[in-house]
């Protein structure tokens, strides 16, 4: 069998480490999937209920409160102070906490700058852009940006690129992700155009949190059914690693 710390296992590998075996798989290794590590390295549950909470907050306090942009700003803004000091207590990576509270900070202090409430979204709109081009063009140039962070948390460096079948699905996952980038653009654009706030706020919610769940679980399935259950097995214990790397004191760093 393949050695848990070298580099992915090869086609070539897997087929003759399986070959002629009957065994049954044991009981936790036929339960690959029951677990997507990559939830894990997107904060979790609760990161991914935080990142929406305030965009929530503004457009609802906007809507009931006779369109009154300050008080809508105070409440996002303070929901996340609010969020920041629990995500401390529970000891969450410093910078997904930074990082968030930074965006909310920033879209509240455009919004207040041009007196325009849609453009609290408006930074949203230029983070789906930039990295739909960044999904599209690391694909382009067959440097799928999911293979390049699973492949250097497990420990593979750049080794699965050697195998055909580790590139097909890390491409695949690539285009999930530039499709899911463009769709949020696509529907959202048109909507702060237009000024409807209250309908980009209500599709914010639902093609935030809600779709990357749904953009992961394909994630899974793609790579799943495009390699062998072996080297599925390196993939999951890469997507481990990855997660494992924004847990507090697993000395991750911080970014800006």
């Known amino acids: 069998m393949t050695d848990a710390n070298s580099g992915p296992p090869t086609t070539e590998q897997t087929t003759a480490d399986t070959e002629g075996d009957n065994t049954p798989p044991k009981a936790d290794e036929s339960k690959d999937g029951e677990d997507f590590s990559l939830l894990k390295a997107f904060g979790g549950w609760g990161g991914l209920l935080d990142a929406g909470l305030p965009g929530i907050a503004f457009v609802a306090s906007y809507t009931l409160l006779d369109h009154n942009l300050k008080l809508a700003i105070i409440f996002a803004v303070s929901l996340g102070v609010v969020l920041a000091v629990v995500r401390l207590i529970r000891k969450d990576p410093l910078q997904n906490i930074i990082g968030g509270f930074v965006g909310i900070g920033i879209a509240a202090w455009i919004a207040h700058k041009t007196g325009e409430a849609r453009n609290f979204y408006l930074p949203g709109l230029f983070i789906n852009a930039g990295y739909a081009a960044g999904y599209l063009l690391a694909n382009l140039v067959r440097w799928p940006l ?31 992700w530039v499709a899911y980038f463009l769709l949020k653009l696509a529907v959202q ?51 481990e690693a990855l997660a494992e790397k924004r847990k507090p004191g697993s000395g991750g760093g911080t970014n800006p």
Request: glycine content about 10%; proline content about 5%.
């Open 189 to 239: 654009l048109p909507l702060y155009l237009t000024d409807q706030l209250v309908a980009l706020g209500v599709v914010r919610v639902a093609g935030g949190w809600p779709l990357l769940l749904v953009v992961l679980y394909l994630n899974y399935v793609v790579v799943k059914a495009s390699v062998p259950k072996e080297t599925f097995a390196k993939f999951k214990a890469g997507a």
């Open 146 to 176: 999911i293979g390049i962070a699973v492949g250097f948390a497990a420990g593979w460096g750049t080794e699965w690129r050697k195998d055909p079948l580790l590139m097909r699905a890390f491409l695949r996952t690539g285009w999930i």
